[in-house]
């Protein structure tokens, strides 16, 4: 079946470093998305990416798409406490309808150390 | 607007109890979501309902039931619990299509003894 990949599992920085996790599936993805799990919480919609090559960012956050539309990458630029949680990427299920379902990577655990 | 409300938020069972996590989205999503998170085994999908009466297995639905009771409403049931159902549950609902975000719920942190 379709798998999603995610290294590392853990990552630990001092704040101000730079962080990246790096994702990558079994197959092409129609899209990917990406979500942050704060400890404690539940996972929170960050961003999708569709097009084949895309970069997004979101201030300190940056998102790619692979060309081949089978792995993706997230860089924080000078990591803050406040980014301290697990990271998920997550890609939609494989073949036919798939009804929102998404296959989530196992995540990158992300420690700020100040 | 709560988004996706799921009870209880703890519970402790002792195995072979049986008991029911309650999920409702006021979104007005079509679809619904069970998953349950472990250390380092991510989120995985336990059962799925694409529509209102309808409901559909995900990768991990032993030991399961749910129950789709309106539009807004999805159930987990766990039968019989045992201790490897120890987890936290997340209830969730999306439009439905592909590339539609998912919105969760705070999770239900369930202990099997």
């Known amino acids: 079946g379709q798998q999603v990949m995610q290294i590392p599992q853990y990552q630990h920085v001092q704040e101000g470093e730079d962080f990246t996790t790096y994702c990558n599936s079994s197959?092409?993805?129609?899209?990917i998305q990406w979500y942050k799990q704060r400890p404690g919480g539940h996972p929170v919609f960050l961003i999708q990416?569709?097009?084949?090559?895309e970069v997004k960012k979101q201030k300190r956050l940056t998102f790619q798409f692979g060309e081949a539309k089978k792995n993706s990458s997230l860089h924080i630029t000078a990591t803050q406490t406040t980014d301290v949680g697990t990271y998920f990427c997550?890609?939609?299920?494989?073949?036919?309808?798939?009804?929102?379902?998404?296959?989530f990577g196992q995540g990158t655990i992300l420690t700020v150390h100040p | 607007n709560a988004g996706v409300t799921q009870t209880p938020k703890f519970q402790v069972l002792k195995t072979g109890q049986s008991m029911t996590l309650q999920c409702a989205q006021d979104?007005?999503?079509?679809?619904m979501y069970w998953y349950r998170q472990d250390p380092g085994m991510g989120l995985r999908l336990i059962y799925y309902?694409?529509?209102?009466?309808?409901?559909d297995k995900g990768e991990v639905p032993n030991g399961y039931n749910v129950s789709r009771l309106n539009k807004r409403e999805f159930s987990l049931r766990l039968e019989s619990a045992a201790p490897s159902q120890t987890s936290v549950y997340f209830c969730?609902?999306?439009?439905?299509?592909?590339?539609?975000?998912?919105?969760f719920g705070e999770g239900s942190w369930l202990t099997v003894v």
């Open positions: 309902s694409a529509s209102e009466g309808t409901t």
């Open positions: 997550a890609g939609p299920h494989a073949g036919g309808t798939s009804y929102g379902k998404l296959t």
């Open positions: 990416l569709v097009k084949s090559g």
């Open positions: 969730a609902s999306s439009d439905g299509n592909s590339g539609n975000t998912i919105y």
């Open positions: 197959t092409t993805l129609s899209n």
């Open positions: 979104m007005n999503h079509n679809s």
